[in-house]
Structure formats: structure tokens, C-alpha cells
């Protein structure tokens, strides 16, 4: 089992930045691939940026060259840094982790944290 935690939403202004954190607790060497995902109201959850423990890396297209992400193994925690926010980045965005490789995986997801971009 894998437990995480998120923390870092809020409320920011049109071109502002936040930075998302999560960290994970529980079975953490069993990780793979760590990421966030966001959910805007009556939308689907979607991916925002993904990282394996090999250190690859990919984004959602909406948030590519605004949005970076870094993960410490050692202390399991990923971070999201959000640059440039935009109104249409408001959602609640979700910490997921996975273990194991495909094609046998599990998945695990955060409480959620809101990010609300308005002025």
C-alpha cells in the first residue's frame, strides 16, 4: 500500500505560480512512476505531467514549457511547479502513484488539492 499526501493549492492570480507537493509513505520502493493528475468540474480526470523513477518525464500538452516536475526518491516526494496558471488550469489536481510494470500495476491517488486561477 501507498498512502500520499498532497499539499500547495490555493487561490493565484492569472500568470501567477504555485508549486503542488506530495509525498508518499507506505510501500515507496515498489514506485515506479509518480505524477499529477487534474479534475476540472464536470470534465475528466486528466494527466498533467508524469515521472518514472528512471527520471523520464511528459506533460499535457496545455501545460508544456509552464510546468515542471521533480521527484526525490529519497525522500519520496513529487513536486509540481506551476508557472504562468491560467484560468483554465482550476481544478482539483491529485498525486498518483503506481507500482509495479505493466501490465501488472496498481494505482494510488491523493486526497486532492484545489488550484483556483482568478483574478
Known amino acids: 500500500q501507498v498512502r500520499l499526501v498532497e499539499s500547495g493549492g490555493g487561490l493565484v492570480q492569472p500568470g501567477g505560480s504555485l508549486r503542488l507537493y506530495c509525498a508518499a509513505s507506505?510501500?515507496?520502493?515498489?514506485?515506479?512512476?509518480m505524477g499529477w493528475y487534474r479534475q476540472a468540474p464536470g470534465k475528466q480526470r486528466e494527466l498533467v505531467a508524469r515521472i518514472t523513477d528512471g527520471g523520464s518525464t511528459n506533460f499535457a500538452d496545455s501545460v508544456k514549457g509552464r510546468f515542471t516536475i521533480s521527484r526525490d526518491s529519497t525522500k519520496n516526494t513529487v513536486n509540481l511547479r506551476m508557472n504562468t496558471l491560467k484560468p483554465e488550469d482550476t481544478a482539483v489536481y491529485y498525486c498518483h502513484a503506481v507500482t509495479g510494470n505493466p501490465p501488472v500495476t496498481v494505482n494510488y491517488w491523493g486526497q486532492g488539492t484545489q488550484v483556483t486561477v482568478s483574478s
Open positions: 507506505g510501500a515507496v520502493a515498489a514506485i515506479s512512476a
